[in-house]
């Protein structure tokens, strides 16, 4: 990858340069490869993962203590791995393990300056830190140009960004040119600023909005107040965040663009992303193998069965991540995709689920997303957040509209009443401003407390009762 001050010496040539150069040496035979990939069928995918995994798997028998103690506790023998199921002699790995043994996951024959520490969002409120190779950001991106192809991105495209980047400038948006991409501030959503990031698409004609689904939401909704038509789009590219019932059909009638949703975290070991032809999440066999386990350890395989998405990574030689318990949820989704790709198909993410339910009175779990907040209750409020930090008391923050009254109050109530009963008491809390979180995410449940049980128990409860 290009050193900084070179970077910034280059900055309006530097997207003309080869890729190789901007990107890394891995973005462009990745991209490459996946057009190629993309048209095998499951065998041969399935081929290709054995052979990734058997070379990972000896990798981490020779050079990772932790594995190395591990496949020796639990007689697991790298040399006899045939198939994919072999994998499950192995136990999961979760993320209260990888704090403890964090120097036992990182390989012994790779030096630390070759190594990228990263941290990502566990649970409670407590970051998980993790490795990778410092050269694997070019494949990531080629992934991810790999995915937004199918709604026409092209490689020097340029687009909007609305989602958590830092702007240093008192005007809230700037032009990054090696990412071609305009960077607008979502901490700084304002009416007055929603209307010049509106004017600064238009005026530079810019396809793609790249933005976390609260963000567009949110934009959207300052300039419908404004009385602003959409700029006009070819795609919003949405990320990193779960989909509210509505909100994809909010987007894509307000902006006349289609949502493109993707699920990706950022400990590598998972891409599953919709198609041409269809909202479902493809999941790319050549990034991991993704498992979808239900809490009986068995997979998930039947058409709308669910579990929690379990991924083992294909090329982090630096911290390998085998069985990795990700703390997301999916919905199987079964049969072959019009597109014709052989990738293996989920119907829905719910992601860092745990984190998106409420504890009632009874030790109750309550899902946010089973509330369904797709009616009209909340036609005068901007954003809303629940914060619990008892169990049968939630504090429900509203930011309100111009036009919000009394009466919205009494029918938001209303209908969290008939939802979650008396388990429940709910305070209203009307706030100016509901803070994202550090890197410009929105959190649609803060909750303080533990969970009583295994969400496991939630999800049989829901079902059941469906
Ligand atoms: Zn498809």
Redesign the pocket.
């Known amino acids: 990858m290009i050193k900084g001050k070179l970077k910034s010496f280059l900055r309006p040539a530097y997207y003309r340069l080869p890729a190789r150069i901007c990107f890394g040496p891995s973005f462009q035979p990745t991209l490459d490869f996946l057009e190629e990939s993309q048209t095998w069928g499951e065998d041969r995918l399935i081929e290709y993962q054995i052979s990734k995994l058997r070379v990972m798997l000896r990798h981490c028998a020779e050079h990772v203590p932790y594995y190395r103690q591990l496949f020796h506790q639990v007689g697991f023998d790298p040399g006899n791995f045939r198939t994919l199921s072999d994998l499950r002699a192995l136990p999961l790995l979760d993320k209260d393990t990888i704090r403890a043994r964090l120097q036992d996951l990182l390989a012994d024959n790779i030096s630390h300056r070759q190594m990228l520490y990263f941290t990502t969002g566990g649970t409670m409120g407590k970051p998980l830190g993790l490795y990778n190779l410092k050269h694997s950001s070019g494949r990531e991106r080629a992934f991810i140009y790999t995915q937004w192809k199918?709604v026409g991105f092209q490689h020097g495209d340029r687009r909007a960004v609305l989602m958590g980047w830092t702007v240093r400038s008192n005007r809230h948006w700037k032009y990054d040119a090696s990412e071609r991409a305009y960077v607008f501030s979502n901490f700084h959503m304002t009416p007055q600023n929603a209307a010049e990031y509106a004017r600064v698409i238009r005026d530079n004609k810019l396809p793609y909005l790249h933005s976390y689904p609260s963000a567009a939401i949110d934009f959207a909704g300052h300039l419908k107040d404004l009385g602003m038509e959409a700029p006009r789009l070819r795609s919003v590219l949405g990320a990193s965040e779960n989909l509210y019932p509505g909100q994809r059909e909010f987007i894509e009638s307000f902006y006349g663009a289609r949502l493109f949703s993707w699920y990706g975290h950022t400990e590598n070991t998972i891409l599953a992303a919709?198609?041409?032809?269809?909202n479902?999440y493809?999941i790319f066999p050549e990034y991991g193998l993704a498992e979808v386990i239900k809490e009986d350890g068995a997979a998930a395989e039947q058409e709308g069965e669910m579990g929690e998405l379990v991924g083992t990574s294909l090329d982090n030689f630096a911290m390998p991540l085998i069985r990795y318990r990700t703390d997301d949820w999916a919905v199987i989704g079964t049969g072959?995709?019009?597109?014709?790709?052989c990738?293996r198909?989920i119907k829905e993410t719910h992601g860092r689920r745990t984190q998106e339910m409420l504890v009632g009175k009874l030790d109750n779990l309550i899902s946010v997303t089973a509330l369904n907040m797709h009616t009209d209750i909340f036609e005068n409020v901007y954003q809303l957040q629940f914060y619990q930090r008892e169990k049968g008391k939630v504090e429900l923050r509203l930011k309100r509209k111009p036009g919000y009254s009394e009466r919205d109050s009494r029918r938001i109530i209303a209908a969290l009443d008939e939802k979650m009963g008396d388990t429940m008491e709910v305070a209203l809390n009307f706030a100016d401003d509901i803070p994202l979180m550090p890197r410009g995410k929105f959190r649609f449940v803060i909750r303080e407390l533990d969970l009583p049980r295994s969400v496991f128990d939630e999800v049989r409860l829901e079902k059941s009762s469906s």
Do not use: T
Request: overall charge positive; hydrophobic content about 20%; glycine content about 6%.
């Open positions: 199918r919709e198609c041409e032809v269809s479902y493809h072959r995709c019009a597109c014709g790709r990738y198909l």
